[in-house]
């Protein structure tokens, strides 16, 4: 099974559970960036199908670029908000965690590392990936002149 599969598997698991947390939960503590969170991995998993599979690129055309946006722009605002926790910010930008919605808030050091590991292992580099084919790098490294 191709590593897009099992990713696009993973995110589309992890946004229905935050769909159900969303529905689940109070309307003051509503989950709604875990769901966001979920659409960008589905994003990240077309970006690096994208970049493993270039007739998949054709197919999708113009539509792989506002993915890769949405993308891009919800993982900097992520990485942004936790490296502002990190600081001694203001704690208040993190959104309602889905384990939080669904009755057991477990935000222990392991949940905090797997959350570090997630985004350096799969978003990272399933952005770069896109990056590199959006910008033509891709096709450039596949056939040189």
Do not use: K, N
Request: net charge neutral; glycine share 8%.
């Amino acid at each position: 099974m191709p590593v897009y599969t099992v990713l696009l598997v993973l995110a589309s698991v992890r946004t229905a559970l935050a769909l159900f947390a969303l529905v689940r939960s109070e309307p003051g503590a509503r989950p709604w960036g875990a769901l966001t969170q979920g659409a960008a991995e589905i994003c990240c998993a077309f970006l690096l199908r994208t970049y493993l599979d270039p007739p998949f690129f054709a197919s999708v055309g113009f539509w792989i670029y506002p993915a890769f946006a949405f993308a891009f722009v919800w993982s900097m605002a992520v990485w942004i908000v936790r490296l502002w926790a990190l600081t001694g910010g203001d704690t208040d930008l993190e959104a309602p965690s889905i384990s939080a919605a669904l009755g057991f808030g477990v935000e222990s050091g392991a949940v905090q590392i797997a959350r570090v590991l997630w985004h350096v292992c799969v978003v990272a580099p399933s952005l770069v990936c896109g990056g590199f084919t959006i910008f033509g790098l891709a096709a450039e490294m596949r056939y040189p002149h």
